[in-house]
């Protein structure tokens, strides 16, 4: 299954193929389609961040053409399990939406609520906004430095 490696501030990340197909499913391709967002969860090891898996929408979740709020059910039940599952090593690592446009950028609503997230926790948060065509990564280090960096993800192909 392949992955993808990039650079993300002066972290290497690593997107291993589930991942990557939790974002390339629900790309917003389509007039109808509505955000879908989760939580990305994986593991650091020799400073990369290799992120294992993203959680699919749930039900619960709010979502809409433009816009959407993520809900806690069903994600961090997820997230518990994999935690419990891989003796801890594996873990949250941050957030993912998809954006109806074909280069997605992150908009200021993003990236206050990264900012938030990340200062509230005192974490690193890595956040990923899967657009039609290309997509962004971001990460926010939580209190210290506010840095962000953004770099081009090249969506694969859903073939
Ligand atoms: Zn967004």
Excluded at 83 to 110: C, F
């Amino acid at each position: 299954m392949q992955r993808l490696i990039l650079e993300v501030a002066d972290l290497r990340v690593v997107i291993d193929g589930p991942a990557l197909l939790t974002f390339s499913a629900h790309r917003q391709a389509g007039s109808l389609t509505r955000e879908a967002c989760g939580i990305v969860m994986g593991r650091e090891w020799d400073g990369t961040l290799e992120i294992t898996e993203a959680t699919p929408p749930q039900k619960s979740d709010r979502r809409q053409r433009t816009g959407y709020v993520r809900m806690p059910a069903g994600h961090l039940a997820l997230a518990r399990q994999r935690w419990k599952a891989s003796g801890g090593l594996i873990g949250y690592l941050g957030e993912w939406h998809s954006h109806p446009e074909d280069e997605a950028y992150p908009s200021g609503r993003d990236l206050q609520s990264s900012r938030d997230l990340a200062r509230r926790n005192g974490c690193r948060i890595l956040s990923f906004i899967i657009g039609l065509r290309t997509s962004y990564a971001y990460c926010r280090n939580g209190g210290v430095d506010r840095r962000r960096t953004i770099c081009a993800i090249t969506s694969s192909r859903s073939t």
